[in-house]
């Protein structure tokens, strides 16, 4: 009996570890109050061509696009909208040490060609978005549930067949 603690103990560490190996590393906390507004740059460039118009977050509430509204005549004389995937942008702190003076600035990992290439903010983007994601989202957690039955049964089976070894 024993054993068969340590063998489901030693299972359940295995599993966790390398769920917690698929998990990206957090980059800290920020205020989505001061990254409204906050001004928006292209990599490479100091120049401000607009700033974040709005956060975008999954059903798991983590941020997955931020809309970036261009405003400098010289970049983008129409004012666009862009939505830029996680993973396209990062974001510069200053004045960290006090909430009330953080200030952000968003670097946008793209050149101007490829950020115009994005999509842009409209009604029919965000209909389509939403479906999109509600989709992914309905199959991931019907992937994810399936892998545990698949786990659990693999896992039953295991500690049953190491639990006869140890009987004879």
Do not use: C
């Not at 509430?61 to 666009?80: C, G, K």
């Not at 698949?150 to 006869?164: I, Y």
């Amino acid at each position: 009996m024993r054993y068969r603690s340590l063998l489901a103990g030693a299972i359940m560490m295995s599993a966790a570890a390398v769920a917690q190996a698929d998990q990206p590393a957090t980059q800290g906390l920020y205020s989505a109050d001061r990254l409204m507004d906050a001004d928006v740059r292209l990599q490479g460039n100091n120049e401000t061509i607009g700033e974040v118009e709005d956060l975008l977050f999954g059903d798991d509430m983590t941020l997955q696009a931020i809309v970036i509204e261009t405003d400098n005549d010289s970049f983008d004389p129409q004012d666009h909208g862009y939505v830029i995937q996680r993973g396209d942008f990062t974001v510069d702190t200053s004045n960290d040490t006090d909430l009330d003076e953080i200030e952000y600035s968003v670097i946008v990992n793209l050149d101007r060609e490829a950020l115009k290439q994005q999509p842009t903010w409209s009604n029919d983007w965000w209909q389509n978005a939403r479906q999109q994601a509600s989709q992914t989202w309905q199959k991931t957690s019907n992937a994810a549930s399936s892998a545990w039955q698949d786990t659990r049964q693999a896992t039953s089976s295991l500690l049953q067949r190491a639990g006869e070894a140890l009987e004879n």
